[in-house]
């Protein structure tokens, strides 16, 4: 079975500062990928990064980066320079090689502060 | 590309009657999924489909509830009968079958049953 822990509620940081998301999670299949995905308040789900379990790099995609430590078990996205626009729920997700399926965490509410 | 489409976007019903959400997946797309968002348990999913047939419908949560993909753009969520605890944002999402495709939302319907 796949599980995913993010165990911060809510998060809070000042504009322009970086932040940090914590993942958890946990499988057995030797293969998998990492998500994480944003949800503003107006509802939409929208895919900002992924991080695949064989990677030697951690993964980027402008002011988002993933902190991958396999060994740990971890993939904490990190936000630079915040922005008022970051503010919302971020979602950390997996799938296995053979399971097509998201398994999503319980998300964190971030709230970027002016 | 237009992303994925659902429809209706709201849809407030009375207990017992019946409601079909409909969906459009991106063209070319392998895997479609539903999932269902509550604030009680979070983004679970209820049903997938690989190529059109229906692979694991493990999630959805009883008889009342029911899912097609007649052909490669299209796909329906039926309930019937709807009841208030089925008040929910159900989203439709697809992807490629590639572990690092990140999957693609649609905007969700939110269902309101009362």
């Known amino acids: 079975a796949q599980k995913i822990t993010q165990t911060q509620p809510g998060m809070f940081v000042q504009e322009k500062e970086a932040v940090t998301l914590d993942c958890t999670y946990d499988t057995s299949d030797p293969s998998y990928g990492l998500f994480w995905y944003k949800q503003p308040s107006s509802g939409e789900m929208i895919f900002l990064i992924y991080?695949?379990?064989?990677?030697?790099q951690n993964a980027t995609e402008g002011r988002y980066s993933l902190n991958f430590q396999k060994a740990r078990k971890s993939a904490n996205l990190v936000i630079s320079a915040s922005q008022l626009g970051d503010s919302a729920m971020y979602f950390c997700?997996?799938?296995?090689?053979?399971?097509?399926?998201?398994?999503f965490g319980s998300g964190t509410q971030l709230t970027v502060l002016p | 590309d237009a992303g994925v489409i659902q429809s209706p976007r709201h849809e407030v019903t009375e207990m017992g009657q019946e409601v079909t959400l409909r969906c459009k997946p991106i063209s070319g797309h392998d895997y479609l999924f539903w999932y269902r968002q509550t604030m009680m348990r979070g983004l679970e999913l209820l049903i997938y489909?690989?190529?059109?047939?229906?692979?694991?419908d493990s999630g959805m949560p009883e008889d009342r509830f029911s899912a097609k993909m007649p052909n490669a753009s299209f796909s329906t969520l039926k309930i019937q009968p709807s009841e208030p605890r089925d008040s929910a944002v159900y989203f439709c999402?697809?992807?490629?079958?590639?572990?690092?495709?990140?999957?693609?939302f649609g905007s969700g319907t939110r269902l309101t049953v009362v």
């Open positions: 997700a997996m799938r296995g090689r053979d399971r097509r399926q998201l398994t």
């Open positions: 489909f690989n190529n059109n047939v229906p692979i694991d």
């Open positions: 991080q695949g379990s064989y990677d030697q």
């Open positions: 999402a697809s992807t490629l079958d590639v572990l690092s495709d990140g999957y693609t």
